[in-house]
Nanobody, 118 residues
Framework: QVQLVESGGGLVQAGGSLRLSCAAS????????MGWFRRAPGLEREFVAT???????YYGDSVRGRFTISRDNAKNTVYLQMNSLKPEDTAVYYC????????????WGQGTQVTVSS
């Protein structure tokens, strides 16, 4: 089992940058595929990015080229670097983990708010 805690959210102007962090408990962090999702008010949860256990990144269409996911297994942490932020990136961002690629996202953090002003 793993527990996830996000941090790094906040208020930023359009065009700015933020880096989100997700700290995981446990000693087997490297065995989890990690992901970021977001939910804006009134909208469905949206896939943002994932980083596999082999450190392969994949991105949602709306963030590709602007966001970068990375992981540091020594620190049990996954990051989401967000550049060129847009007002439509405003959402609560969630970190998630799963044991197998293609499996269910079993573990979730509590979320961190990102607000991008125009």
């Amino acid at each position: 089992q793993v527990q996830l805690v996000e941090s790094g959210g906040g208020l930023v102007q359009a065009g700015g940058s933020l880096r989100l962090s997700c700290a995981a408990s446990g000693r087997t962090f490297s065995s989890y595929h990690m992901g970021w999702f977001r939910r804006a008010p009134g909208l469905e949860r949206e896939f943002v990015a994932t980083c596999t256990i082999t450190d392969s990144p994949y991105y949602g269409d709306s963030v590709r080229g602007r966001f970068t996911i990375s992981r540091d297994n020594a620190k049990n942490t996954v990051y989401l670097q967000m550049n060129s932020l847009k007002p439509e990136d405003t959402a609560v961002y969630y970190c998630a983990a799963r044991e197998s690629y293609g499996g269910n996202w079993r573990y979730w953090g509590q979320g961190t708010q990102v607000t991008v002003s125009s």
